[in-house]
């Protein structure tokens, strides 16, 4: 192992759940605005991972007032608070992008079944 990557091991994080794409996820996101600090949660469906170990990201989509929104997190940075995993989706692909073109109820991914 080499130096690089004990030390991109380090800095892993080990407390995030495990969720795929398809899944509503709640990002608790840590905001700086001049001195202050507070968190922001931000809610809504995965449609993409970047995995990988220090530089994987997840793009999470959420519609907010009828215009949809985007947002990449990197999963191991430190602003991450934490990540709630809300319902499980069942989908059939890895990357989601189709959703961008959907509206209203045909935007909705199914809940995943439990037996």
Do not use: C, W
């Not at 080990?14 to 608790?28: E, M, Q, T, Y």
């Not at 990988?52 to 990201?57: D, L, P, R």
């Not at 949809?68 to 990197?74: D, K, L, M, S």
Request: charged fraction near 35%; avoid cysteine; proline fraction near 4%.
């Amino acid at each position: 192992m080499t130096i690089i990557e004990k030390i991109e091991r380090e800095q892993m994080r080990l407390d995030i759940p495990a969720f795929k794409p398809g899944d509503a996820v709640k990002v608790h996101f840590r905001i700086v605005e001049g001195e202050k600090e507070r968190i922001q949660v931000f809610q809504g469906n995965v449609i993409r991972m970047h995995r990988g170990t220090v530089g994987a990201t997840v793009t999470v989509r959420k519609v907010s007032d009828g215009v949809g929104v985007e947002r990449i997190f990197p999963l191991h940075s430190p602003f991450i608070d934490h990540i709630e995993l809300v319902t499980e989706g069942s989908v059939r692909r890895s990357r989601l992008y189709y959703l961008r073109d959907l509206k209203g109820k045909a935007a909705r991914i199914k809940p995943k079944k439990r037996y």
